[in-house]
T-cell receptor, first 112, second 110 residues
């Protein structure tokens, strides 16, 4: 069964450093998303991406965040200068737009 | 976006049927009701979606009354592996952003 994959599974970084989280969506899907979940809290929407551009973003997704689909398979989330409060699980999701979004296993980001 | 209200937690035993009810009084005409499941340190996983009446798939049933102001997820004969957080979401189609609430933590005991 096709699935969304994410790398790395765990990323540890120092405050102020740049991180890139990578996702490979399901191959025939056209809509892509990033969500995050701070430990013990709700899953929060960050950004949606379609047709090579951002279709919607939340207030969390400020100038420190960016997304890119550099080729036909990868979808990345970059945080330019990480803060302590960026520590969270980051989930990538994709959909072909019929019923459901398929989530990846997540990347646990720890900012020290 | 319609706000949802569901119990914070529920307890059950293996083999029992579990019903989790969600209130969504402000649901819009074009909103669907979707339930996701999340295990610790994993991404949410789609369970079932409906618009009205009853929907059943291989893992659950979803009951939606005529006024659509609430819905009930029914899990038949739960097992220990059904211990997870269950989220009720209300919104447009699959391409729309998903707005998660706090969900219901279902704890299944032997």
């Amino acid at each position: 069964e096709p699935e969304v994959t994410q790398t790395p599974s765990h990323q540890v970084t120092q405050m102020g450093q740049e991180v890139i989280l990578r996702c490979v969506p399901i191959s025939n899907h056209l809509y892509f998303y990033w969500y995050r979940q701070i430990l013990g809290q709700k899953v929060e929407f960050l950004v949606s991406f379609y047709n090579n551009e951002i279709s919607e973003k939340s207030e969390i997704f400020d100038d420190q965040f960016s997304v890119e689909r550099p080729d036909g398979s990868n979808f990345t989330l970059k945080i330019r200068s990480t803060k302590l409060e960026d520590s969270a699980m980051y989930f990538c999701a994709s959909t072909e737009g019929v019923v459901e979004q398929f989530f990846g296993p997540g990347t646990r980001l720890t900012v020290l | 976006l319609a706000k949802t209200t569901q119990p914070i937690s529920m307890d059950s035993y293996e083999g029992q049927e579990v019903n989790i009810t969600c209130s969504h009084n402000n649901i819009a005409t074009n909103d669907y009701i979707t339930w996701y499941q999340q295990f610790p340190s994993q991404g949410p996983r789609f369970i079932i979606q409906g618009y009205k009446t009853k929907v059943t798939n291989e893992v659950a049933s979803l009951f939606i009354p005529a006024d659509r102001k609430s819905s009930t997820l029914s899990l038949p004969r739960v097992s220990l592996s059904d211990t997870a957080v269950y989220y009720c979401l209300v919104g447009g189609g699959a391409t729309n952003k998903l707005i998660f609430g706090t969900g219901t933590l279902l704890a299944v005991q032997p």
